[in-house]
């Protein structure tokens, strides 16, 4: 089986053999059942793709599509003028690169179809429209206009030059307000992105297009589901189980929770991240590949103006309006980071009309909260080797070597960072710092203020050989946080347990950022 990783163009696939996860039946309902629509996915979900594919399908090119749903649906198999435009592979945030990548496309279109425009009395926008109107007078078609991931002009430039976002904005408010002058030479308009946070002053210009991002129909459009993935990759999945020394049905479930948890409609169907999980099946490992594929830069940025934390945004319900419709900005991220997919759907409360939103699977988590513990603590010392040396760690019983590394990490956290003068403020960093640090170890269980009967505790990190039961105080003592342990029966839950039983009692200093006192009580 090929795998068509990096490859974003449907003739190419069909052609080269390539596997194909068939959504012709999908793009058949979409393009027969309205003109223009705005659709978002986070990055490398497939949305290149989509837009390949309807360009072949609006050119008629009946022969690549042999053997796939569309065939059968499709009878007419007409050929339409389309202008396809691509932000990808342009660095915006140089002034004029905007106006100089839409100019290539309006001049070669203008040669295509023998126009000669006077530059001196229309803009670009105007030529644009001389073009869709030509085309359709010549051929007798109204006009597809496909494009691809429409904000990268702005996001590029979010944070970083608020002159030149305004530009951009405006170069592409006009240009796009010609669709609504063009309506009777169009035929079908898909604008793809990874965020809706300029729609409405974008957009402003002409009808809004109809946003199909969170529509039930359309939820599988990008990405593949599990029954796609039950029906295409089920060979390969055994070949990878193989690997790992697996089952079918264990590597199945590490796939799973790896790479799937997404969900884009109230119905809740799980959609995998279609990037990690071939990249996976074609170097039969799992690996964070959608992550380590490169995070957004703008959204690093968000993350340094953000005053809130991650572990007060993750595991709530939110109404629609405060994660999808409104514009999002550096003090409000949520939008950003929701629709760049770093938070999923989890669940719908229809009475309330409300979604709960959390990661959505292992490698945007882990990777997610790594990004998050750089940019928020900026630690000295290296994550990922001391994510490791605590694993080993823990998987040896080795509390000591715990009680060094935790010490060591906090340590090396600047000053700077740490220092809190409002004492609720000093209360809320030591949590949340405490929250990051025990999310990063999520090779293992990890719960994080477990509620139980007669209380919430702190934390409980399980591994095979044993339970680690954390208790922390701020400048307070170890000796009381081990007696609040056995106060409150933190550990009663695994009285019949076999394995080895740490209590561990720790207390956090203000004054010099690191843990002051460290106890343990084990029960074998």
């Keep these: 089986m090929k795998y068509p990783i990096g490859i974003q163009s449907f003739d190419q696939i069909i052609e080269e053999g390539y596997v194909y996860v068939d959504k012709t039946d999908i793009i058949h309902r979409l393009v027969n059942e309205g003109k223009i629509y705005f659709f978002s996915r986070p990055r490398r979900f497939g949305k290149s793709l989509l837009v390949s594919t309807l360009k072949n399908y609006f050119l008629g090119r009946k022969e690549l599509f042999k053997g796939l749903a569309i065939n059968s649906l499709e009878s007419e198999w007409t050929v339409y003028p389309v ?5 990808n592979g342009s ?9 100089k990548r839409l100019h290539t496309y309006v001049k070669d279109w203008e040669s295509e179809y023998g126009i000669v425009s006077d530059t001196e009395l229309l803009d670009l926008g105007g030529r644009f429209l001389k073009v869709l109107s030509t085309a359709h007078k010549l051929t007798g078609q109204r006009a597809v206009v496909l494009i691809d991931e429409y904000d990268k002009p702005l996001l590029d430039v979010l944070d970083v030059d608020k002159n030149l976002e305004e530009c951009n904005r405006n170069i592409l408010k006009a240009f ?63 070949e990878m189980a193989e690997e790992y020394n697996y089952s079918f049905e264990e590597m199945r479930a590490q796939l799973k929770r790896q790479y799937d948890g ?30 380590r594929s490169g995070t957004p830069t703008y959204l690093i940025r968000l993350l340094n103006h953000f005053n809130e934390n991650v572990n007060e945004l993750t595991g709530k319900y939110y109404s629609p309006a405060e994660f999808i419709d409104y514009k999002a900005d550096v003090e409000r991220p949520l939008p950003m980071i929701f629709q760049s997919g770093y938070l999923t759907i989890k669940d ?26 750089s940019s928020y603590l900026k630690p000295e010392e290296e994550t990922e080797g001391w994510i490791r040396s ?12 715990l009680q060094t590394m935790f010490t060591s990490f906090l340590a090396s956290i600047p000053y700077t960072i740490r220092r809190k003068e409002d004492e609720r403020e000093r209360e809320r960093y030591f949590q949340y710092t405490f929250y990051l640090i025990m999310r990063l170890i999520s090779v293992y269980t990890v719960h994080i203020e477990k509620v139980q009967s007669q209380g919430r505790v702190d934390c409980i990190i399980e591994t095979p050989g044993y339970v680690y039961i954390f208790e922390f105080k701020l400048d307070g003592s170890a000796d009381e946080a081990l007696l609040q342990i056995e106060e ?6 695994y009285e019949s347990d076999s394995r080895v039983i740490y209590k561990i009692g720790a207390s956090f200093s203000s004054e010099t950022g690191t843990i002051e006192d460290w106890k343990v009580i084990a029960n074998n």
């Design 262 to 291: 997404y969900h884009f409609s109230k119905r809740m169907t799980d959609i995998y991240n279609p990037f990690s999980l071939l990249n996976a099946l074609d170097s039969k490992d799992l690996e964070d590949y959608w992550f």
């Design 488 to 493: 409150k029966g933190y550990a009663r839950e």
């Design 91 to 99: 660095n915006f945030i140089e002034k004029g690169v905007l106006e």
């Design 83 to 87: 202008f396809h435009l691509d932000f």
């Design 348 to 373: 719908y409360d229809m009475d309330f009309n409300t979604f709960l939103l959390d990661f959505p699977n292992n490698e945007v988590k882990n990777g997610f909260l790594t990004m998050a513990t």
């Design 390 to 401: 605590v694993v080993v760690a823990m998987r040896k019983g080795d509390v000591k070597t």
């Design 176 to 238: 796009y307000s010609v669709f609504k002058a063009a309506d009777e030479h169009l035929r079908f308009v898909l604008l793809t992105g990874v965020t809706k946070f300029s729609q409405v002053s974008v957009f402003s210009g002409f009808n809004q297009p109809k946003d199909i991002s969170l529509d039930a129909r359309y939820e599988a459009l990008c990405g593949i589901t599990q029954k796609e993935i039950d029906s295409c990759f089920t060979d390969a999945i055994s």
